[in-house]
């Protein structure tokens, strides 16, 4: 049984910066999904090992999704912090290789179906 562990969660002001590091992540797809309560899990990052990543729209450019693929920990790079990124963050793995593809060109996955393990997660909290 695959067990994520995540950290590098807590509190920062707008504008600043965290890392998140996820264990044990040893897959061909893993993701970083968020979530608040009393709304949907929303996919923020995927990743498919030698192939593409994934973003969603309101984090391109500020979130950098990456793995140690000797230490198995995936990570989840956040800087430009805004206020609405406050969530309880969640690393999960595939088994196997999951993507979605629009016309010739395919991408990995951010459908939270597709994936079988979950961390418990980490929250973030930004303050403006």
């Known amino acids: 049984r695959v067990q994520l562990v995540e950290s590098g969660g807590g509190s920062v002001q707008a504008g600043g910066s965290l890392t998140l590091s996820c264990e044990n992540a040893g897959s061909d797809t893993m993701a970083w999904f968020r979530q608040n309560p009393g709304k949907e899990r929303e996919g923020v990052a995927s990743m498919i090992i030698g192939g593409s990543t994934t973003y969603a729209d309101s984090v391109k450019g500020r979130f950098t999704i990456s793995k140690d693929k000797v230490k198995n920990v995936l990570y989840l790079r956040m800087s430009s912090l805004k206020s609405e990124d406050t969530a309880m963050y969640y690393c999960?793995?595939?088994?196997?290789?999951?993507?979605?593809?629009?016309?010739?060109?395919?991408?990995?996955?951010?459908?939270?179906?597709?994936?079988?393990?979950w961390g418990q997660g980490t929250q973030v909290t930004v303050s403006s």
């Open positions: 999960a793995t595939a088994s196997g290789r999951r993507t979605f593809c629009s016309g010739a060109y395919c991408s990995a996955s951010l459908k939270e179906s597709d994936f079988d393990y």
